[in-house]
């Protein structure tokens, strides 16, 4: 994410050195791999997950919470959040990357991408355990 | 610092001739951007669940409303377009569909199976939970 300049000053390596191997970002090509893996992931997932939706469809909050605390189908919508967060976080970087060209607003877009998705991974998660231990 | 060159700039969009590619590639970015606010509702209505009826009624509320309706019938919509239309750029990855008649037909494909999915869950839905 650092600019060629703000590294220029100080540091003795060539341009290229720098990109040399894994590319500026030290990363290389793991966002790219991951947002796959996670498109594979949730290309398996999505007929258990719709399956799930249906079968709570018209139900009361008793009846769903029974539902969704049922092991099957905790460890199925645990699975989809863990891949469909993680793939939107990297998706929603490539478009701030692309669309926000101010260094500072770009690194606090970023910030706020992984905040956000962090936060409703981490909220879904915690709903789903609290049903699965039915407290 | 050096001067900076004023060097020859790429022509932008609007020089080239529209095409249903160049759409749905868009459509693909904001369909996935709507999805990425579309989970708040998924989050809100786990949570609901977990905290009790009094929340989860809340959720149904919505849902069973026209505004709500509207909006999980075009969050299903464009779950179901950016799968299609993802596994169709997957394709392209593996190096697969770029001849002109492949790319078309894999366009068309996304476009219309997204929308015949969405019309197709909803039919089910309804069926199953007899619209509430």
Known sequence: MSTPDSQGAKSMRTPLGRVRNLGSSHSGTSDFWRQ???AVAMVLLILPVIVVVMMLLGRNQAGAA????????AIILLLFIVASIWHMKI??????????????VKLAAIMANNFFSVAVALASIYAILKLSSGV | MTARIERPLSPHLQTYRFTLTMAMSIIHRITGVALYFGTLLLAWWLIAAA????????????TSSFIGRLIVFGYTWALMHHLLSGVRHFVWDLGYGFKANERETLTWGALIGGISLTVLLWIAAYAIGGGR
């Open chain 2, 51 to 62: 905290s009790g009826p009094a929340a989860y009624s809340n959720v149904q509320a919505f």
């Open chain 1, 36 to 38: 796959r893996l996670t």
């Open chain 1, 91 to 104: 998706g929603m970087q490539v478009v701030i990357e692309d669309y926000v060209h101010g260094e500072m």
């Open chain 1, 66 to 73: 029974q539902i969704l605390g049922s092991p099957l189908v």
